[in-house]
Nanobody, 117 residues
């Protein structure tokens, strides 16, 4: 069983920054991609950022220029640097190890970001 453990969330003022981390119990390159998703109250879970095993990265339009996804293969860890936070970024952020067509996806338990003054 693959385990993902997120950390780094918290309460932050508008304009603030945080760095989320996701430690994976398996070599992250065994997955097609690693993704960060978020789910705000009353809304569906949405993709925030995704990095493929080959290095290609995509971001949701709403976070482009503010969020940065990265990885440390030696630590089997994926990061999400979140800057210039807005109230609409308030959500639970989930890390996902995407298995691709033939393998399952694995999810962490989530870490909450609350942006409020």
């Amino acid at each position: 069983q693959v385990q993902l453990v997120e950390a780094g969330g918290g309460l932050v003022q508008p304009g603030g920054s945080l760095r989320l981390s996701c430690v994976v119990s398996r070599n992250i390159f065994r997955f097609d991609a690693m993704g960060w998703y978020r789910q705000a109250p009353g809304k569906e879970r949405e993709l925030v950022a995704r990095i493929e095993s080959g290095g290609s990265i995509i971001y949701a339009d709403s976070v482009k220029g503010r969020f940065t996804i990265s990885r440390d293969s030696a630590k089997n860890t994926v990061y999400l640097q979140v800057n210039s936070l807005k109230s609409e970024d308030t959500a639970v952020y989930y890390c996902c190890a995407e298995g691709g067509a033939a393998d399952p996806d694995y999810w962490g338990q989530g870490t909450r970001i609350t942006v409020s003054s």
